[in-house]
């Protein structure tokens, strides 16, 4: 398991606010499905990654493409090798798709999700399966438009906008488990 970093969380003042509703981009998500054998009966819908993604884009406008493959902890762990040279499987990686500047795509960027992982992750922190796949959705979404969790103060602004969207999806907070925050940095 790649290392992660832990500090002690308290309340933060103003985290409790709803965000603006999103303005409903236009989503086409490709879905796929690596796992075997497939395991549809546990992961969410189709429905359920479309809610929250656009959640997670916040009123971004105009056409969105995004890929999310869900995987075993053995590809997990081949590209947590590969792109960040960590050893073991890691949640969810993120992969923002930067085109030209001449040339307007609507491509976000890819999420790779260990469904593996994600169950055993709610589980061991007391969370249903659902709330942990939101967040960890919300979570890639938010690194693929640009935010990161790489100093405390990118980590606190992160968080705090993460808690906002899952409040608006009617999840609790994500990070108020056990009192600490733990981090798995993406690509």
């Given at each position: 398991?790649?290392?992660?970093?832990?500090?002690?969380r308290?309340?933060?003042?103003g985290?409790?606010?709803?965000?603006d509703p999103?303005?409903?981009?236009h989503l086409?998500?490709d879905?796929q499905?690596?796992?075997?054998?497939?395991?549809?009966?546990?992961?969410?819908t189709?429905a359920?990654?479309?809610?929250?993604?656009?959640?997670?884009?916040?009123?971004?406008m105009?056409?969105?493409?995004l890929?999310?493959?869900?995987v075993e902890?053995?590809?997990s762990?081949s590209?947590?090798?590969?792109?960040?040279?960590?050893?073991?499987p890691?949640n969810?990686l993120s992969f923002?798709?930067?085109?030209?500047?001449?040339?307007?795509?609507?491509?976000?960027?890819?999420?790779?999700?260990?469904a593996p992982?994600?169950a055993q992750?709610?589980?061991?922190?007391?969370?249903t399966?659902?709330?942990?796949?939101?967040?960890?959705?919300?979570?890639?979404v938010?690194h693929?438009?640009?935010?990161?969790h790489l100093?405390d103060?990118?980590?606190?602004e992160?968080?705090?906008?993460?808690?906002?969207?899952m409040?608006?999806l009617?999840?609790?907070?994500?990070?108020m488990?056990d009192?600490?925050?733990?981090?798995?940095?993406?690509?």
């Amino acid at each position: 398991m790649p290392q992660r970093r832990r500090r002690k969380r308290g309340r933060v003042g103003g985290v409790n606010a709803e965000p603006d509703p999103p303005q409903n981009p236009h989503l086409e998500l490709d879905l796929q499905i690596a796992l075997q054998p497939p395991q549809e009966a546990a992961l969410p819908t189709q429905a359920d990654l479309e809610q929250w993604v656009k959640a997670a884009l916040e009123g971004k406008m105009g056409e969105v493409a995004l890929t999310i493959r869900l995987v075993e902890k053995d590809e997990s762990a081949s590209l947590n090798q590969q792109y960040r040279a960590k050893r073991g499987p890691t949640n969810v990686l993120s992969f923002p798709f930067e085109p030209p500047a001449d040339v307007p795509l609507p491509l976000l960027g890819d999420l790779v999700i260990c469904a593996p992982l994600v169950a055993q992750e709610a589980l061991a922190q007391g969370k249903t399966a659902r709330a942990h796949w939101a967040h960890l959705v919300v979570h890639g979404v938010l690194h693929l438009r640009g935010y990161d969790h790489l100093d405390d103060l990118a980590a606190d602004e992160m968080e705090d906008l993460e808690r906002k969207i899952m409040a608006y999806l009617g999840f609790d907070d994500p990070y108020m488990n056990d009192g600490t925050v733990e981090y798995d940095d993406n690509v």
